[in-house]
């Protein structure tokens, strides 16, 4: 199945900050790192006419709604209803049927079959009707907390739908992580972001290694030379880490390519920082297990010797994983190998 291009997310709730909202604003950030266009429509607050104007344009259209009644909301059910009145619809069905791909992303009170069959049901014979190839459904069951909705199991639910509804294969994903109420977004996206981070990120690492301050330019950027070495290596990975939502910190994966060149580690994990105010909450750990999940072969890692703090974070997450690793002593640093099986 090819990739597709271009994805229409249609929001079919009037809570912007609600559970189905959630769901969109995850989806596209998985989108977003996959590097796939998507826009999403807010159906309460667009005109139909537009939206309806605008959807022929995509090869994928995914419409999130909470169930209501047993069946969509109202502005997603009048959706529905304009497009089978449409003929433009009809006649594309006739001629060149099964084009578009269309899914539907639904949160639901009641337990998950008894709650969402009756629209799924409904939904696909629509998808029939106008033309629409119909991909399935992705459902999340709203248990009155509203923090369901990010964590690990709902975001895999929906890396899973996105991927499969847009053709994305699981090793494109390798470096995809996401975990109980985090996610990363790709920094490319968010060089601004990712610049400041990486500021202050260096501006820490400076109280251990003396040379980094040395590095400052005049207008206080440390290493700028090193931003662009991540924005433009394809092996380079870098990312900003999101907190249920809110900009927490950086990671930087590498994955040397192995055809071109004989290295000492599989992959390696080259920054991790989170800012103060999201510490002690198991983010890098949660961040690095995941990844040890996708990823198996020799991980390598570094940490400064006098940043006590991040040795003897990476002693205990490395421990406390069961596998083999080894430590070499360098000038300044501790270099692990660890092989993550
Ligand atoms: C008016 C109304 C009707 C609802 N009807 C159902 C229903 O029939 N079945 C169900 O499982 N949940 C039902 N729910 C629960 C919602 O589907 C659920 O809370 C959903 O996650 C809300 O999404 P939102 O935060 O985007 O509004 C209903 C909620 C409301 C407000």
């Known amino acids: 199945m090819n990739k597709c291009k271009n994805v229409c997310i249609l929001l079919g709730s009037q809570d912007l900050e609600g559970n189905t909202a959630a769901m969109c604003k995850n989806a596209a950030a998985f989108l977003e790192n996959m590097k796939i266009k998507y826009k999403i429509y807010d159906l309460y607050n667009e005109e139909m006419d537009y939206v309806l104007f605008e959807i022929v344009r995509y090869d994928v259209v995914i419409i999130a709604t909470p169930i209501h009644s047993f069946y969509c909301s109202d502005a997603v059910k009048e959706f529905m209803d304009i497009v ?67 964590r690990a199991d709902s975001l895999k639910k929906i890396e899973m739908f996105v991927s499969g509804i847009c053709g994305i294969s699981d090793e494109k994903t390798e470096w995809y992580i996401s975990g109980e109420n985090f996610y990363l977004t790709d920094a490319c996206e968010n060089k601004k972001t990712f610049d400041r981070l990486f500021n202050l990120y260096m501006y820490e690492l400076s109280a251990y290694a003396e040379w980094m301050g040395e590095c400052m330019t005049d207008d206080a950027v440390f290493i700028p030379d090193k931003l662009s070495e991540y924005y433009e290596m394809e092996e380079k990975k870098p990312f900003i880490i999101k907190y249920k939502g809110r900009t927490a910190g950086l990671v930087v994966f590498l994955f040397p390519d192995r055809k071109k060149e004989h290295d000492e580690a599989d992959f390696y994990i080259e920054e991790i920082f989170i800012l103060r105010a999201y510490r002690k909450k198991h983010i890098a750990a949660g961040i690095i297990r995941e990844l040890w999940k996708k990823n198996h072969g020799i991980c390598a890692v570094c940490a400064l010797k006098k940043n006590e703090v991040s040795v003897k974070f990476w002693d205990k997450i490395i421990e406390n994983s069961g596998y083999e690793y080894t430590v070499e002593e360098e000038e300044d640093i501790f270099f692990y190998r660890i092989n993550v099986k």
């Open 84 to 150: 089978f009145e449409d003929e433009r619809f009809l006649s594309d069905a006739e001629e060149d049927s099964a084009q578009v791909k269309c899914g539907i992303m639904v949160s639901h009170g009641y337990d998950e079959a008894y709650a969402a069959e009756p629209f799924e049901t409904g939904f696909s014979r629509w998808c029939e009707h106008v033309g629409l190839d119909y991909y399935g459904s992705l459902s999340i069951r709203d248990t009155g907390d509203k923090e369901v909705f990010s």
